[in-house]
Structures are given as structure tokens and as C-alpha cells.
């Protein structure tokens, strides 16, 4: 089984929409917990950090479930930009800073 | 802007030459990562560097191989290379102790032919 688990789409949505992304993982010692978004061809860059209490930044929320061991990404208001990829990135427990990726959900945004 | 410089941006090997891939780190970051990423899947971890030595990696065989300078600067060096090792290599950027924040490059395009 995977360490973390993406439906990978793609997600074809219209502007405006509410689009939601889910992502399981299998590693109960994750400690930190993240969604990235990387455009094609580009480089993964850090969307938000992901919180038990959930957080929200803008039109974006965040919801960790550590007892399911599930994150979700909500996507309110889609706009045109919104186009690309959205990584499920955890960080186990551990010195060492590396990070696991699920293998992404591809969202377009349709005018 | 990451301040995570890659080189060369794209390049094409032929099967069982060697490949040295390039990293500049953020200035003062004293922790490199390299990532592998596959057309269609996620970035899959290679190895990490701190000061020097490698103290993480991940599931690739010992044809893959790093260093790092005492400038934080950093290679990845490919041998035998294989169809399969086709895929965008990425340099990630950190400093220790600094909490969550990892900085990206915008990756090497290597095409094995």
C-alpha cells in the first residue's frame, strides 16, 4: 500500500465551483502534513500547511483527520488559476527533512 | 523566487552514460534534498545532505549518489543510466531547526534515450 493515497482526477470543474480533494495515508507517525501545488512542468511550491483544527487561507481550506488518516483540500470560488496539480505531502517523524508525496490530483478550471 | 538554482534545465542521455545533476541552496541552508519525479506521479525521495553527509535516503539503488560542498552546493550524479530514471530531479533547500519551510528548485529535465 502506498504511503499516501490521491485520487488523481482529473478534476474538470467551471469556474466558480467547489471542487474538494481527499488524500489517505498509511504512516500513523506522520507528525506534519501539507498540500503543494505544482504547475505543469514546474516545480511543487507549498500551498498550506494542513492542521487538526483545520485552517483556511482565502478560498482554500485544510482539514487533517488524524484518527481516519485523511486530509482534504476545499477549493472555494474556482478561479482560471487554479489550473494544476495539488500534491498530498506528509513529513514522518524524524530528523531528517524529507517529505512524501502522494502522486497529485489534476484540476482544470473551465471559463 | 526560491534562491534553489538547478543546472542544466534540461538534458538527453543516452542509456548507460552518467549524469551529474547541479544545486545551488538558498544562501545559508545547510540541508539539500533530492526528489525524482516521474511524468504522472508525485516527487519521490532520493536522499538528503547535511553538512556534508548524507543522513537520509530513500529507496534508490547506489547508482545514485550525491555530495555536498562546504558552501551547501550540491550534485547528484546518475551511473548506468536506464530508461526509467527519464523524470524531472529536483533540489529542495532547507535549514535545520528552521521548522517546516523547504524551498524547491525548478528542477532538471533528464530524458534517457
Known amino acids: 500500500r502506498k504511503e499516501v493515497e490521491q485520487d488523481p482526477g482529473p478534476f474538470n470543474v467551471p469556474e466558480g465551483a467547489t471542487v474538494a480533494f481527499n488524500c489517505t495515508y498509511s504512516n500513523s507517525a506522520s507528525q506534519s502534513f501539507f498540500w503543494y501545488r505544482q504547475d505543469c512542468r514546474k516545480e511543487p511550491k507549498l500551498l498550506m500547511s494542513?492542521?487538526?483544527s483545520g485552517n483556511e487561507d482565502g478560498r482554500f481550506t485544510a482539514q487533517l483527520n488524524r484518527a481516519s488518516q485523511y486530509i482534504s483540500l476545499l477549493i472555494r470560488d474556482s478561479k482560471l488559476s487554479d489550473s494544476a496539480t495539488y500534491l498530498c505531502?506528509?513529513?514522518?517523524?524524524?530528523?531528517?527533512?524529507?517529505?512524501?508525496f502522494g502522486s497529485g490530483t489534476q484540476l482544470t478550471v473551465l471559463p | 523566487e526560491t534562491g534553489v538554482t538547478q543546472s542544466p534545465t534540461h538534458l538527453i542521455k543516452t542509456r548507460g552514460q552518467q549524469v551529474t545533476l547541479r544545486c545551488s541552496s538558498q544562501s545559508g541552508h545547510n540541508t539539500v534534498s533530492w526528489y525524482q519525479q516521474a511524468l504522472g506521479q508525485g516527487p519521490q525521495f532520493i536522499f538528503q545532505?547535511?553538512?556534508?553527509?548524507?543522513?537520509g535516503r530513500g529507496n534508490f539503488p547506489p547508482r545514485f549518489s550525491g555530495l555536498q560542498f562546504p558552501n551547501y552546493s550540491s550534485e547528484l550524479n546518475v551511473n548506468a543510466l536506464e530508461l526509467d530514471d527519464s523524470a524531472l530531479y529536483l533540489c529542495?533547500?532547507?535549514?535545520?531547526?528552521?521548522?517546516?519551510?523547504?524551498?524547491f528548485g525548478e528542477g532538471s529535465w533528464l530524458t534517457v534515450v
Open positions: 529542495a533547500s532547507s535549514l535545520a531547526g528552521s521548522g517546516n519551510t523547504i524551498y
Open positions: 545532505y547535511y553538512r556534508e553527509e548524507e543522513n
Open positions: 505531502v506528509l513529513k514522518p517523524t524524524g530528523s531528517a527533512r524529507q517529505l512524501t
Open positions: 494542513v492542521y487538526s
